[in-house]
């Protein structure tokens, strides 16, 4: 993910809607991918993961999708809640032989009750 | 299970000292890694470190070092204390394995005035 300086792109939803955060990522040989969520004052916390060899993956109340084509992941959240709100970001792991992650630089959800 | 700790959770450090954050982890994972993450950027890689007595270095590994002596613990040094090294640094650990998610403590604040 690319650097977007001090403003993180926020998306705004009712409580109830659900969600759509994506997220561009930079390597076309990148082979797995994650999407952590981020409450303030504590660590990114693992949310779902995806390898490259599919394009959805569900959880509970979260699908992501992964389009390699255009290089574009996107993380769903059904039924959103005011605790879901957080600064969520992709990772991908580019194969190097050993798993580092290249993280984006996120998005900030705000939920409304 | 406490999963990623660090310590201390805040610190202010006066230019030139130099301090010790430490991290330990009680799932046995093999790896660890430590990044930091400045205002609305992605988390950056510093060092990592594959298992006990295996350390190498990340992106932004300039200004600190780090070692591994036991499969728990992973403390990261600052040396010389610098204005740019003021940052919310988080310590991570993963199970050995190519699709590993990282799972990640709390984080220290960090403050170099």
């Known amino acids: 993910g690319e650097s977007v300086g001090l403003h993180l792109p926020t998306l705004s939803v009712q409580e109830g809607d659900n969600s759509i955060i994506n997220c561009a990522y930079s390597n076309s040989a990148s082979d797995y991918f994650i999407w952590y969520k981020q409450e303030s004052g504590k660590g990114p916390q693992f949310i779902i993961d995806?390898?490259?060899?599919?394009d959805k993956r569900q959880g509970q109340r979260v699908t992501v999708l992964l389009n390699k084509t255009v290089k574009h992941l996107s993380l769903q959240i059904a039924a959103t809640q005011p605790g879901d709100s957080a600064v969520y970001f992709c990772a991908e792991r580019i194969d190097t032989g050993f798993q580092k992650l290249v993280f984006g630089t996120g998005t900030r959800l705000l939920v409304s009750p | 299970n406490a999963g990623v700790t660090q310590t201390p959770k805040f610190r202010i450090l006066k230019i030139g000292q130099s301090m010790t954050l430490q991290c330990t982890q009680d799932m046995n994972h093999n790896y660890m890694y430590w990044y930091r993450q400045d205002p609305g950027m992605g988390l950056k890689l510093i060092y990592y470190?594959?298992?006990?007595?295996?350390?190498d270095k990340g992106e932004v590994p300039n200004g600190y070092n780090v070692s591994r002596s036991t499969t728990e613990d992973f403390p990261l040094r600052l040396e010389l204390a610098a204005p740019s090294q003021t940052s919310v640094y988080f310590c991570?650990?993963?199970?050995?394995?190519?699709?590993?998610?990282?799972?990640f403590g709390d984080g220290t604040r960090l403050s170099i005035l």
């Open positions: 991570a650990s993963s199970p050995r394995g190519r699709f590993q998610p990282q799972h």
């Open positions: 470190s594959v298992g006990a007595g295996i350390t």
């Open positions: 995806i390898r490259s060899n599919m």
